[in-house]
């Protein structure tokens, strides 16, 4: 096994893992795997984007775990619209590395999404 299979690997094994760092989100009526972030999103709306703001929550999803989403682009897309956690959603930034999509958006209704 190739060291970039061991890191594809360890995407769902271990960092989205449930019982690791991973939750469950219900995302346009599939349960998917993600990572919730607010550390990384304040982390770069204090440094990179200078206090602009970027979005309500940033999650990361293993690229697998996106392909099951209905109604969504693969690779997600800027601007795409989603219900994710009963809560109507935008995506406002996506970045996508060796098998993880970093996600950010802002959504709207009661209550926090992630947490």
């Known amino acids: 096994m190739t060291f970039k299979e061991h890191m594809f690997d360890d995407i769902s094994k271990v960092f989205v893992n449930t019982s690791e760092y991973g939750e ?3 995302i346009n009526g ?3 795997n993600i990572v919730w972030d607010n550390e990384t999103l304040n982390y770069r709306i204090q440094n990179d984007y200078q206090g602009l703001v970027l979005g309500d929550a940033l999650f990361f999803i ?3 775990e996106w392909a099951k989403i209905p109604r969504v682009s693969n690779p997600p ?3 795409e619209a989603i219900l994710i956690a009963g809560c109507k959603a935008t ?3 996506v ?3 060796s098998g ?3 996600i950010t ?3 709207a209704g009661t209550g926090r999404v992630y947490g």
């Open 24 to 26: 469950t989100v219900n």
């Open 100 to 102: 993880l999509h970093d």
């Open 77 to 79: 897309k800027t601007n």
């Open 62 to 64: 293993p690229t697998e």
């Open 95 to 97: 970045s996508s590395n």
């Open 105 to 107: 958006i802002n959504y």
């Open 30 to 32: 599939v349960d998917v």
């Open 91 to 93: 995506i406002t930034l």
